[in-house]
């Protein structure tokens, strides 16, 4: 049964009344509803299933795992699956980052960041500092500590009575500064606002800044110009303060390499949150990598007070194994970056028709497009339109899923990812392409664009 109007009132919720069809299946880049209609995945879920949707290697390990053990808990036993992840994971880490925790999720894994951060300091004779900044846009998760790093003021301010609120800085939006400064000059500046606000807040008290190397839905993919996250590693350093980045979205060769801070070797960060593309959806899984000198120091003065019953799920770690396994085998990072070249021309092709796209950003295949209402100002358009809401549903009726975010405290476009799994092939980036172009034409019919 497909039609949701038919279907009986559920017991399931989640964030509003609206029904969606129900799956039925899925392989490569393509998703089936249980009536049959077929909708082409152009953002992997939520930017989740690098590898594409049932990868049959991937379930013969899972399966094989499960004739195996599916838990064992961590204070009980070690498992093999669990071990290797852990081995294969430190290799593909920058350099000294070779200490591996499991958890669920990307929620989980920033928690983990900030409590391993925060008992380093406890460790090392550094009580005083506790902040954490963080930058607007941005989302680093749904859990009371993540949402406290979280700049975005609609997902963050129902909850402003139980959160310890961190201090944020703005993301470097460069496609929206109407000055005269280059990209590079930007990017220092936009850096030298985290030393501001490290001043500002008194530089003893300041633990760490988490930061995604590449924005993700919050920024609508923002790359920052390379002279930023440099800048940032050095203003950590100068003042002691720990670097964590946010892979949540950009690891497992999103954006062209295995992690977003690939493409800037240089800006190593102390801490590490990985989920999302890490087991492409197959398990609940993400992962908190650390330097060595910061875990070591943890275990030294009494151990990590941290913990989920799931961590290390051996089920999970053999699908993340396997998942791993399949990025390497079919060394997707690279079809990432080269694939994400043709996504990123035709996008911008689309510019030519559609004069209410105001920006195409991104890197490999973590693509956005924004829309507004004048090219030249990068005004918005009227909120009235629901613009990131109606272009997605009108998508997704013709059979094509993307991901968009309004995103408001800060900035306030419509910006939608297109973000399809790392296997896509040239001819399905024309069919996503061809399907977007008449979506985006009935939303102007609409909207009378
Ligand atoms: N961090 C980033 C950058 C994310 O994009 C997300 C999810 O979208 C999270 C953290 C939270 O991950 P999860 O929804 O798995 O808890």
Not at 234 to 260: P, Q
Not at 308 to 326: H, M, Q
Request: with cysteine; glycine share 10%.
């Amino acid at each position: 049964m497909d039609s949701t109007a038919d279907r009986a009132p559920s017991h399931l919720f989640y964030q509003t009344r609206q029904r969606r069809p129900l799956l039925e299946r899925a392989e490569g880049v393509y998703m089936w509803d249980a009536s049959g209609k077929r909708y082409l995945d152009g953002s992997s879920g939520a930017m989740v299933v690098n590898i594409g949707h049932g990868n049959p290697n991937v379930l013969a390990a899972m399966r094989a795992q499960m004739d195996k053990a599916t838990f064992g808990y961590r204070l009980h036993f070690e498992t093999e699956a669990a071990e290797e992840l852990a081995r294969r994971t430190a290799l593909r880490m920058p350099e000294g980052l070779d200490r591996i925790f499991f958890v669920s999720g990307g929620s989980e894994a920033v928690e983990s960041c900030i409590k391993l951060a925060r008992q380093y300091a406890l460790a090392t004779g550094q009580e005083q500092r506790w902040k954490v900044i963080s930058r607007f846009p941005s989302y680093h998760g749904s859990t009371l500590g993540a949402l406290a790093l979280t700049g975005t003021a609609t997902m963050t301010q129902p909850f402003a009575p139980m959160m310890q609120e961190m201090p944020k800085i703005p993301a470097p939006t460069c496609y929206l500064d109407r000055d005269n400064f280059s990209d590079e000059e930007r990017g220092r500046r936009y850096a030298e606002l985290l030393r501001e606000e490290i001043l500002r807040q008194g530089p003893e008290s300041v633990l760490a800044f988490i930061v995604e190397p590449v924005g993700g839905a919050s920024t609508g993919a923002l790359v920052p110009p390379d002279s930023y996250l440099p800048r940032i590693r050095e203003i950590c350093d100068e003042f002691g303060i720990l670097l964590i980045y946010d892979e949540v979205m950009t690891g497992a060769g999103r954006t062209g390499r295995f992690l977003g801070v690939d493409h800037w070797p240089a800006a190593r960060p102390d801490i590490m949150a990985l989920s999302k593309g890490f087991a492409a959806g197959y398990a609940p899984l993400g992962a908190m990598a650390a330097d060595g000198r910061i875990v070591e120091a943890v275990l030294d003065a009494g151990g990590f007070v941290h913990g989920y019953t799931y961590a290390g799920n051996p089920l999970a770690c053999a699908a993340g194994l396997a998942v791993l396994d399949e990025l390497e085998r079919l060394d997707l990072p690279a079809n990432a970056a080269r694939r994400g070249e043709s996504l990123r021309t035709a996008l911008e092709g689309l510019m030519d028709r559609f004069p209410f796209i105001g920006d195409v950003r991104g890197l490999g295949l973590l693509q956005a497009f924004e829309l507004v209402s004048d090219r030249d100002t990068m005004e918005p358009l009227p909120k009235e339109l629901n613009a990131h809401a109606r272009l997605v549903d009108i998508a997704f009726d013709k059979g094509l899923i993307i991901y968009s975010r309004r995103t408001r405290g800060g900035h306030k476009g419509d910006h939608f990812m297109v973000c399809p799994p790392l296997i896509v092939e040239e001819a399905q980036i024309d069919e996503l392409i061809g399907l977007l172009g008449d979506s985006l034409e009935a939303f102007a019919r609409e909207a009378g664009l």
